[in-house]
Protein backbone atom coordinates (compact mmCIF):
# COMPACT_ATOMS: atom_id res chain seq x y z
CA UNK A 1 0.00 0.00 0.00
CA UNK A 2 1.07 3.26 -0.87
CA UNK A 3 1.39 5.35 2.13
CA UNK A 4 2.80 9.09 3.67
CA UNK A 5 2.75 9.10 7.36
CA UNK A 6 3.64 12.57 8.72
CA UNK A 7 5.04 12.88 12.21
CA UNK A 8 6.83 15.67 14.42
CA UNK A 9 3.82 18.59 14.79
CA UNK A 10 3.65 19.77 18.42
CA UNK A 11 2.75 22.83 20.50
CA UNK A 12 5.66 25.69 20.19
CA UNK A 13 6.58 29.05 21.32
CA UNK A 14 7.04 31.54 18.55
CA UNK A 15 10.06 31.98 17.39
CA UNK A 16 10.85 28.30 18.27
CA UNK A 17 11.83 25.78 15.67
CA UNK A 18 10.25 21.76 14.84
CA UNK A 19 11.27 19.34 12.20
CA UNK A 20 8.54 17.53 10.67
CA UNK A 21 9.05 14.35 8.85
CA UNK A 22 7.08 12.71 5.79
CA UNK A 23 7.69 8.94 5.69
CA UNK A 24 6.99 7.01 2.46
CA UNK A 25 5.86 2.92 2.17
CA UNK A 26 5.05 1.95 -1.49
CA UNK A 27 6.91 5.07 -2.95
CA UNK A 28 10.08 6.21 -3.70
CA UNK A 29 10.43 9.54 -2.46
CA UNK A 30 13.36 10.36 -4.59
CA UNK A 31 11.29 9.55 -7.93
CA UNK A 32 8.56 12.32 -6.42
CA UNK A 33 7.76 15.19 -6.18
CA UNK A 34 7.25 15.69 -2.59
CA UNK A 35 5.29 18.77 -1.39
CA UNK A 36 4.06 19.96 2.06
CA UNK A 37 0.94 21.35 2.07
CA UNK A 38 -0.38 23.34 5.37
CA UNK A 39 -4.03 24.04 6.59
CA UNK A 40 -4.88 26.64 8.81
CA UNK A 41 -8.10 26.53 11.46
CA UNK A 42 -10.46 27.76 8.92
CA UNK A 43 -8.66 28.37 5.79
CA UNK A 44 -7.82 26.54 2.60
CA UNK A 45 -5.14 24.18 1.42
CA UNK A 46 -2.11 26.80 1.26
CA UNK A 47 1.45 24.88 -0.70
CA UNK A 48 4.29 25.96 1.25
CA UNK A 49 7.38 23.77 -0.32
CA UNK A 50 8.25 20.90 -2.59
CA UNK A 51 11.39 19.32 -3.47
CA UNK A 52 11.68 17.79 -7.40
CA UNK A 53 12.81 14.74 -7.96
CA UNK A 54 16.56 16.36 -9.71
CA UNK A 55 16.49 18.08 -6.22
CA UNK A 56 15.19 21.60 -7.36
CA UNK A 57 13.01 23.16 -4.13
CA UNK A 58 10.77 26.09 -4.39
CA UNK A 59 8.80 27.50 -1.36
CA UNK A 60 6.05 29.70 -0.44
CA UNK A 61 6.88 33.38 0.13
CA UNK A 62 5.43 33.20 3.51
CA UNK A 63 7.87 30.85 4.58
CA UNK A 64 10.95 31.25 2.35
CA UNK A 65 13.88 31.83 4.91
CA UNK A 66 12.76 30.08 7.41
CA UNK A 67 11.48 26.70 6.04
CA UNK A 68 14.09 23.92 4.70
CA UNK A 69 12.99 21.16 3.30
CA UNK A 70 15.44 18.05 2.37
CA UNK A 71 15.73 14.24 1.90
CA UNK A 72 16.73 11.28 3.18
CA UNK A 73 16.69 8.53 0.25
CA UNK A 74 17.96 6.09 3.03
CA UNK A 75 15.00 6.26 4.76
CA UNK A 76 12.88 7.15 2.26
CA UNK A 77 12.06 10.63 3.65
CA UNK A 78 11.39 13.96 3.52
CA UNK A 79 12.00 16.65 6.04
CA UNK A 80 10.81 20.24 6.78
CA UNK A 81 12.31 22.01 9.02
CA UNK A 82 10.61 24.93 10.56
CA UNK A 83 12.62 28.25 11.70
CA UNK A 84 11.45 31.16 13.16
CA UNK A 85 7.72 29.73 13.90
CA UNK A 86 5.14 32.53 14.35
CA UNK A 87 1.04 31.99 14.95
CA UNK A 88 0.37 32.30 11.33
CA UNK A 89 2.46 28.80 10.39
CA UNK A 90 -0.64 27.19 13.07
CA UNK A 91 -1.68 24.79 10.56
CA UNK A 92 -2.21 21.13 9.69
CA UNK A 93 0.87 20.16 7.74
CA UNK A 94 0.29 17.49 4.79
CA UNK A 95 3.27 15.96 2.53
CA UNK A 96 1.58 14.90 -0.60
CA UNK A 97 3.43 13.41 -3.53
CA UNK A 98 3.11 14.11 -7.16
CA UNK A 99 4.39 12.29 -10.03
CA UNK A 100 3.95 12.31 -13.79
CA UNK A 101 1.44 9.68 -13.94
CA UNK A 102 -1.50 12.33 -12.53
CA UNK A 103 0.55 15.15 -14.54
CA UNK A 104 2.04 15.92 -11.39
CA UNK A 105 -0.83 16.35 -9.10
CA UNK A 106 -0.46 15.31 -5.64
CA UNK A 107 -1.97 11.65 -5.98
CA UNK A 108 -1.35 10.42 -2.31
CA UNK A 109 -1.22 12.47 0.75
CA UNK A 110 -0.31 11.99 4.52
CA UNK A 111 -3.23 12.22 7.27
CA UNK A 112 -1.42 15.46 8.16
CA UNK A 113 0.25 16.16 11.60
CA UNK A 114 -0.66 19.52 13.46
CA UNK A 115 1.29 22.39 14.61
CA UNK A 116 0.54 24.75 16.70
CA UNK A 117 2.37 28.59 17.57
CA UNK A 118 1.40 30.02 20.42
CA UNK A 119 3.18 30.89 24.03
CA UNK B 1 -6.49 36.58 -1.60
CA UNK B 2 -5.68 33.27 -3.95
CA UNK B 3 -4.91 34.07 -7.41
CA UNK B 4 -7.40 31.50 -8.38
CA UNK B 5 -10.79 32.29 -7.31
CA UNK B 6 -13.41 29.94 -6.07
CA UNK B 7 -16.65 30.83 -4.69
CA UNK B 8 -16.95 30.35 -1.07
CA UNK B 9 -19.78 27.91 -1.28
CA UNK B 10 -22.20 26.20 -3.13
CA UNK B 11 -25.34 23.81 -2.49
CA UNK B 12 -27.75 21.18 -3.79
CA UNK B 13 -30.06 18.60 -3.23
CA UNK B 14 -29.50 14.58 -4.23
CA UNK B 15 -29.51 13.87 -7.09
CA UNK B 16 -29.07 17.50 -8.75
CA UNK B 17 -25.59 18.41 -10.75
CA UNK B 18 -23.85 21.25 -9.75
CA UNK B 19 -20.99 23.01 -10.74
CA UNK B 20 -18.30 24.57 -8.82
CA UNK B 21 -15.54 27.21 -10.98
CA UNK B 22 -12.16 28.29 -10.86
CA UNK B 23 -11.16 31.36 -12.17
CA UNK B 24 -7.44 32.20 -13.02
CA UNK B 25 -5.25 34.42 -15.46
CA UNK B 26 -3.54 33.27 -18.81
CA UNK B 27 -0.14 32.85 -16.28
CA UNK B 28 -1.81 30.24 -14.45
CA UNK B 29 -5.25 27.98 -15.55
CA UNK B 30 -4.46 29.62 -19.45
CA UNK B 31 -1.49 27.63 -20.03
CA UNK B 32 -1.62 24.75 -17.14
CA UNK B 33 -3.22 21.51 -16.19
CA UNK B 34 -6.20 22.40 -13.32
CA UNK B 35 -6.25 19.77 -11.01
CA UNK B 36 -9.35 19.29 -8.60
CA UNK B 37 -9.39 17.87 -4.39
CA UNK B 38 -11.84 16.80 -2.31
CA UNK B 39 -11.54 17.57 1.43
CA UNK B 40 -13.71 15.68 3.20
CA UNK B 41 -14.65 16.40 7.05
CA UNK B 42 -11.93 15.64 9.33
CA UNK B 43 -9.84 13.87 6.23
CA UNK B 44 -6.70 14.65 4.41
CA UNK B 45 -7.27 16.28 0.81
CA UNK B 46 -7.85 13.39 -1.81
CA UNK B 47 -7.00 13.81 -5.83
CA UNK B 48 -10.15 14.05 -7.34
CA UNK B 49 -9.07 15.58 -10.90
CA UNK B 50 -5.92 15.37 -13.17
CA UNK B 51 -4.51 17.11 -15.82
CA UNK B 52 -7.99 19.02 -16.04
CA UNK B 53 -10.27 16.44 -17.04
CA UNK B 54 -8.87 13.30 -15.65
CA UNK B 55 -9.89 10.85 -12.80
CA UNK B 56 -7.90 9.10 -10.89
CA UNK B 57 -9.14 5.20 -10.66
CA UNK B 58 -11.87 4.88 -7.92
CA UNK B 59 -13.40 8.47 -9.02
CA UNK B 60 -17.17 7.93 -9.87
CA UNK B 61 -17.90 9.64 -13.43
CA UNK B 62 -20.24 11.24 -11.46
CA UNK B 63 -17.36 13.80 -11.28
CA UNK B 64 -15.92 15.67 -14.16
CA UNK B 65 -13.91 18.43 -15.33
CA UNK B 66 -13.10 21.17 -17.67
CA UNK B 67 -11.63 24.29 -18.87
CA UNK B 68 -12.17 26.99 -21.03
CA UNK B 69 -9.54 29.89 -21.64
CA UNK B 70 -8.69 31.50 -17.91
CA UNK B 71 -11.31 29.37 -16.05
CA UNK B 72 -11.71 25.71 -15.22
CA UNK B 73 -14.58 23.85 -13.83
CA UNK B 74 -15.81 20.91 -11.48
CA UNK B 75 -19.16 19.50 -12.37
CA UNK B 76 -21.00 16.85 -9.66
CA UNK B 77 -23.64 15.04 -11.54
CA UNK B 78 -26.40 12.82 -9.32
CA UNK B 79 -25.51 14.84 -5.71
CA UNK B 80 -25.26 11.96 -2.82
CA UNK B 81 -24.77 13.23 0.49
CA UNK B 82 -21.00 12.04 0.70
CA UNK B 83 -20.43 14.90 -1.51
CA UNK B 84 -20.88 17.11 0.94
CA UNK B 85 -17.30 18.62 1.59
CA UNK B 86 -14.31 21.56 0.57
CA UNK B 87 -13.30 21.56 -2.96
CA UNK B 88 -10.17 23.18 -4.27
CA UNK B 89 -9.19 23.83 -7.51
CA UNK B 90 -5.14 24.05 -8.36
CA UNK B 91 -2.64 24.74 -10.92
CA UNK B 92 0.97 26.23 -11.80
CA UNK B 93 1.98 30.08 -12.29
CA UNK B 94 4.54 30.37 -14.96
CA UNK B 95 5.54 34.00 -13.09
CA UNK B 96 6.08 31.69 -10.28
CA UNK B 97 8.31 28.52 -10.69
CA UNK B 98 7.55 25.40 -8.80
CA UNK B 99 4.72 26.89 -7.48
CA UNK B 100 1.50 25.11 -7.12
CA UNK B 101 -1.43 27.52 -6.49
CA UNK B 102 -4.46 26.38 -4.62
CA UNK B 103 -8.03 28.24 -4.98
CA UNK B 104 -9.43 29.59 -2.00
CA UNK B 105 -11.92 26.42 -1.69
CA UNK B 106 -15.35 25.65 -2.22
CA UNK B 107 -17.65 23.92 0.26
CA UNK B 108 -20.40 21.89 -0.79
CA UNK B 109 -23.20 21.74 1.19
CA UNK B 110 -25.86 19.00 0.08
CA UNK B 111 -28.95 19.58 1.67
Known amino acids: EVQLVESGGGLIQPGGSLRLSCAAS????????INWVRQAPGKGLEWVSV???????YYADSVKGRFSISRDNSMNTVYLQMNSLRAEDTAVYYC?????????????WGQGTTVTVSS | QSVLTQPPSASGTPGQSITISCSGG????????VHWYQRLPGRAPKLLIY???QRPSGVPDRFSGSKSGTSASLAISGLRSEDEADYYC????????????FGGGTKLTVL
Open chain 1, 96 to 108: ASASDFFYYAMGV
Open chain 1, 51 to 57: IYTGGSI
Open chain 2, 90 to 101: AAWDDSLIGHVI
Open chain 1, 26 to 33: GLIVSTNY
Open chain 2, 26 to 33: SSNIGGSY
Open chain 2, 51 to 53: GTN
